[in-house]
């Protein structure tokens, strides 16, 4: 008597071809995927729960770890979240800059995600190519934020620091960098035999089991629905922009990279119209006092000789550049009870340095009143969405975050069943699973 | 017509209470209508909630340092979406700490399941037929409920190596 038994095979938790750590076990009839049990949580590090015991502007640099590809759009749904709940607004420069350091995190994003499932079919050239771009891109956060990942760059009420004097040359000079490179990846994938076979009519699902999914993102426009946060629910100055929403239509791995390929060529267009649009910043020419470095204001804050001080502007670490009083104006909200002194004022003058303190100091800090606020923005993967209770103190009292991932990988089973086992490899790197934001 | 005073004129008798904080239309309902509730916010065609965005919990244990008293300790939150007329809607429902058991909404929308293990998992609130509720962050022998504000934030319960 012959038996035929199925086989279970263990993929992950590490595993090359998992992006980060998660198990799949996988139960198999020779190379068919007979049923796919997904298992999480390896990475989890008590985000929801590290927030409630931290200030509000504490949660920051937690948020930069959620999608680590794209920190600057967690960062920015953050914030925004936290400005709805506060019901305040932020100056027009400090939105502009907003937009166009959360699409140059999209770019990036999307970046790895193509970038790592081509290498993954064997692409390994393209792979390179799109890392170099990608490179480009974090030397233009670098220079705005002083860090590549960990950037915790955004503010309630604004941004830690200005555009550079020479910012907007260099993002030009690295967009057209950024479409060379997309241009050359686009001409080694879309018509190469290999990558074609593997992508096309794979790892499909339709639109009816994504949206009862609640998909969001490049994985549910691939399967031709329009949806898209920034434009179904404008926020910052999205309604001013020109661009379009990329769709797919058979909701295979080769649509998804298509809409990604796509969606980078708006995130760029929207930059460059950011550029044109961008209300002026500060202009050097309204300086009273003179330029001395900061540790030489702090010490003559401390021996008392602040006849003057107020009119004078220190130099920053470059870390810091763009953060002096002059640029400070025109990218944070004009409200004292939300947003820290620029530093000028906390080392110059008693009432900034009483405003800093009441900022900072456990127990005083942000006090929103009493209520709870959803507010979801466009991540790379999807909708990111944070939710946020607060009971009129210092912390919050829960901060939930909706990750778009999390349903992408609900629904994986979905584009994996009935297929190849060698299939899994394109069609969770088209997820573009990011376990940070995943097990949060 | 908003979606919420739809649902308030279709359920006047299972709303507890209603709010429009900052624009986010919510309406909070006793549990044992949710699921009526939810079949009413999916099928009916002027409403057509098709994307059951979130689902998460809240414990008001000792909510504002013990200043606001609340009549249950956790509450479960609903964010719906609708696609067609692109509103949304927040459905809220206290639960008691003595019943910790709500309906699975995952009949109406698939995407139930995960969330609703996600619940279960941090604040151990149960889900009447749910297929597959088990842990989905944390491991199986993890003891207690992570985001319960009496699980203390420092407490540690490793697998293998030093004990706490």
Same mark, same amino acid.
Not at chain 1, 49 to 65: G, N
Not at chain 1, 95 to 108: A, D, F, N
Not at chain 1, 325 to 337: C, H, M, P, V
Not at chain 2, 45 to 54: A, G, K, R, V, Y
């Given at each position: 008597m012959t038996q035929t038994r199925s086989m279970l095979l263990n993929v992950g938790p590490s595993h090359p071809a998992m992006h980060g750590v998660i198990r799949m076990i996988m139960e198999l009839d020779g190379e068919k995927i007979k049923n796919v049990d997904i298992e999480m949580g390896y990475l989890h590090r008590?985000?929801?729960?590290?927030?409630?015991?931290?200030?509000?502007?504490?949660?920051?640099?937690?948020?930069?770890? =959620?999608?680590? /590809?794209?920190? =600057?759009?967690?960062?920015?749904? %953050?914030?925004?979240?936290?400005?709805?709940?506060?019901?305040?607004?932020?100056?027009?420069?400090?939105?502009?800059?907003? +937009?166009?350091?959360?699409?140059?995190?999209?770019?990036? @994003?999307?970046?790895?995600?193509?970038?790592?499932?081509?290498?993954? =079919?064997?692409?390994?050239?393209?792979?390179?190519?799109?890392?170099?771009?990608?490179?480009? &891109?974090?030397?233009?956060?670098?220079?705005?934020?002083?860090?590549? &990942?960990?950037?915790?760059?955004?503010?309630?009420? #604004?941004?830690?620091?200005?555009?550079?004097?020479?910012?907007?040359?260099?993002? %030009?000079?690295?967009?057209?960098? /950024?479409?060379?490179?997309?241009?050359?990846?686009?001409?080694?994938?879309?018509?190469?035999?290999? %990558?074609?076979?593997?992508?096309? #009519?794979?790892?499909?699902?339709?639109?009816?089991?994504?949206?009862?999914?609640?998909?969001?993102?490049?994985?549910?426009?691939?399967?031709?629905?329009?949806?898209?946060?920034?434009?179904?629910?404008?926020?910052?100055?999205?309604?001013?922009?020109?661009?379009?929403?990329? &769709?797919?239509?058979?909701?295979?791995? &080769?649509?998804?990279?298509? +809409?990604?390929?796509?969606?980078?060529?708006?995130s760029l267009r929207i930059i460059e119209q950011c550029f044109l649009q961008i209300p002026d910043g500060p202009i050097a020419?309204?300086?009273?006092?003179?330029?001395?470095?900061?540790?030489?204001?702090?010490?003559?804050?401390?021996?008392?000789?602040?006849?003057?001080?107020?009119?004078?502007?220190?130099?920053? @670490?470059?870390?810091?550049? #763009?953060?002096?009083?002059?640029?400070?104006?025109?990218?944070?909200?004009?409200?004292?009870? /939300?947003?820290?002194?620029?530093?000028?004022?906390?080392?110059?003058?008693?009432? #900034?340095?009483?405003?800093?303190?009441?900022? /900072?100091?456990?127990?005083h800090g942000i006090k929103p009143p009493v209520g709870e606020v959803y507010f979801p923005v466009e991540g790379a993967n999807g909708e990111l969405g944070f939710y946020i209770v607060s009971d009129g103190r210092d912390h919050p009292w829960r901060v939930r975050v909706h990750p778009p991932c999390f349903p992408i990988m609900a629904a994986l089973p979905k584009c994996l069943i009935g297929g190849m086992m060698a299939d899994l490899v394109p069609t969770f790197g088209s997820v573009n699973m990011i376990a940070g934001e995943l097990d949060r | 017509m908003s979606p919420l005073e739809k649902v308030q004129e279709q359920f006047t008798a299972a709303i507890i209470e209603t709010h429009s904080f900052r624009g986010d239309e919510t309406a909070v309902i006793r549990p044992e209508s949710l699921l009526a509730v939810a079949k009413f916010?999916?099928?009916?065609?002027? $409403?057509?909630?098709?994307? $059951?965005?979130?689902?998460?919990?809240?414990?008001?244990?000792?909510?504002?340092?013990?200043?606001?008293?609340?009549?249950?300790?956790?509450?479960?939150?609903?964010?719906?979406?609708?696609?067609?007329?692109?509103?949304?809607?927040?459905?809220k429902v206290p639960v008691d700490e003595k019943n910790l058991e709500v309906d699975t909404l995952n009949s109406l929308w698939v995407s139930a399941d995960w969330y609703e293990r996600e619940v279960w998992d941090m604040f151990g609130i149960k889900f009447k037929g749910h297929p597959n509720l088990k842990r989905i962050l944390m491991y199986e022998e993890f003891v207690g409920h992570a985001l319960r504000k009496d699980y203390p934030v420092n407490k540690r319960q490793p697998l293998i190596g030093p004990q706490n």
């Open positions: 008590a985000f929801e729960k590290m927030c409630e015991t931290v200030m509000y502007a504490q949660c920051f640099p937690y948020t930069d770890r =959620l999608n680590y /590809v794209s920190p =600057l759009i967690n960062n920015v749904g %953050f914030a925004l979240t936290l400005e709805k709940l506060l019901g305040i607004d932020i100056p027009e420069r400090a939105k502009y800059i907003r +937009v166009i350091m959360s699409e140059i995190s999209r770019v990036t @994003d999307h970046l790895t995600c193509v970038g790592a499932s081509a290498m993954e =079919l064997g692409a390994m050239s393209v792979f390179l190519y799109m890392i170099k771009a990608r490179e480009f &891109l974090w030397e233009l956060v670098e220079e705005i934020t002083g860090a590549r &990942l960990t950037i915790s760059y955004v503010r309630i009420g #604004g941004v830690k620091a200005d555009l550079t004097p020479n910012f907007v040359d260099n993002a %030009f000079k690295k967009i057209a960098e /950024v479409r060379k490179v997309l241009i050359e990846a686009d001409e080694l994938l879309t018509r190469n035999r290999i %990558f074609f076979d593997r992508m096309k #009519g794979i790892g499909i699902i339709s639109a009816e089991d994504a949206i009862a999914h609640s998909v969001t993102g490049p994985f549910l426009r691939a399967t031709g629905v329009a949806y898209d946060v920034r434009k179904a629910n404008p926020y910052l100055i999205y309604d001013k922009l020109d661009f379009e929403v990329p &769709l797919g239509s058979a909701g295979d791995n &080769l649509d998804r990279y298509f +809409v990604r390929m796509a969606e980078m060529e708006q020419a309204d300086l009273t006092g003179e330029v001395i470095p900061a540790a030489e204001m702090v010490d003559s804050a401390k021996m008392g000789q602040t006849a003057g001080l107020i009119e004078d502007e220190v130099s920053l @670490d470059p870390t810091l550049q #763009g953060s002096t009083r002059k640029y400070y104006e025109s990218i944070s909200a004009d409200k004292k009870s /939300v947003v820290l002194p620029a530093k000028e004022n906390t080392y110059g003058n008693i009432e #900034g340095l009483m405003n800093h303190f009441k900022l /900072v100091m456990y127990g | 916010l999916k099928e009916t065609p002027e $409403l057509d909630f098709n994307f $059951l965005m979130d689902v998460t919990a809240v414990d008001y244990l000792f909510f504002a340092g013990g200043r606001i008293q609340k009549e249950f300790r956790f509450e479960m939150v609903y964010h719906f979406f609708s696609l067609k007329h692109n509103h949304r809607i927040r459905i």
